[in-house]
């Protein structure tokens, strides 16, 4: 196995200039989750990628503002803290921004990380203000490598992420390989449908089983979510089902009730009961569900 690299990276910049797409865009649709909620574009939200050689953590941020409010000052906090650990830092801004309006351009300036700008929303221009737009930056940033994207569209995302993947350092991995993000989302999906078990089932059950949720799919006006529930063994796997399925079913709907009160909006869940052989003796089992 080559060396495995990984690191940070901090995606700041104005507010709207599609941080969030772009973050959404490189991470695929499981990011969708971490923003279910308005109130989550006002934290630093890790997004995180990973394969067998590298993982690439990236924080989408609060759009840089003026703070009027403690609020704002707290989403700088943010910004500033996701700065501090970046191995690289991704700056993005929009095609018709120009450098003068940006109070962060010194500091991107002066940082000894190295920096990315990446021009998005290139699909709203035509070729000539690309070029000129290009110029415009490297004049303002010349140590900076440029790149033009547009997070919507996917144009040139390969090309940002070979980019990002030779500059990380190498590194092992920060999270566990399949995690997704800091949210807890997924956790207190998966931590709701373990409690319903606990209630509804006896003896060794509720303890032999571990509950993961697979893919989550926000829709306008549903959540779409897939969770396996892992037992240890054949027989358990009969008791969970139990006749016809109907004890399975009992468990989804009240975990599903739960859930679509605490998101407030109807969720679809789907279970789906795996034997995982010994997973609670086996430490690449817990590692991947969570428990290490
Ligand atoms: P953030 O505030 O920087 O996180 O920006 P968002 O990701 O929320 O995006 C702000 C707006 O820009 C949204 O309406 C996006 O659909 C739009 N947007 C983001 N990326 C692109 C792009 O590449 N092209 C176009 N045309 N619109 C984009
Ligand atoms: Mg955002």
């Known amino acids: 196995m080559t060396n495995h690299k990984a690191g940070f990276v901090s995606i700041i910049g104005n507010p709207n200039v599609g941080k969030s797409t772009l973050m959404n865009a490189l991470v695929g649709e499981k990011l969708s989750i971490i923003t279910p909620k308005a109130q989550t574009t006002r934290h630093r939200i890790r997004g995180i990628i990973s394969d067998d050689e590298f993982q690439i953590v990236f924080s989408d941020t609060p759009g840089v503002l003026k703070s009027h409010y403690k609020l704002h000052e707290a989403m700088m906090d943010f910004v500033n803290e996701s700065l501090e650990d970046a191995d690289i830092v991704l700056y993005l801004v929009e095609l018709h921004e120009t450098p003068e309006n940006h109070s962060f ?7 000894k990380t190295p920096v990315l700008l ?64 800091d949210r807890p989302l997924r956790f207190f999906v998966a931590e709701t449908i373990r409690e319903k078990i606990f209630m509804h ?26 969770a396996l529930i892992f037992v240890e063994r054949e027989t358990q796997k009969a008791i969970l089902l139990g006749h016809k399925g109907e004890s399975i079913r009992k468990i989804g709907i009240e975990a599903r009730q739960e859930i679509e009160e605490f998101l407030n909006k109807q969720v679809y869940l789907e279970l789906t009961v795996k034997v995982s052989k010994d997973w609670r003796n086996n430490p690449a089992m817990l590692k991947r569900y969570g428990y290490m």
């Open 105 to 111: 351009i010194d500091l991107i300036r002066d940082i």
């Open 118 to 181: 990446v021009i998005n929303k290139a699909d709203l221009a035509k070729d000539e203000e690309l070029i000129t737009a290009e110029k415009l930056w490297k004049e303002a940033v010349p140590a900076a490598q440029i790149i033009m994207i547009s997070a919507l569209q996917g144009l040139n995302l390969g090309k940002l992420m070979q980019t990002i993947i030779d500059l990380l350092p190498e590194s092992p991995p920060f999270f566990p390989k399949e995690e997704m993000t």
């Open 201 to 226: 089932y006896r003896k060794e059950i509720p303890y032999s089983t571990t509950v993961v949720v697979e893919s989550y799919k926000e829709e306008d006006s549903i959540d779409r979510i897939r």
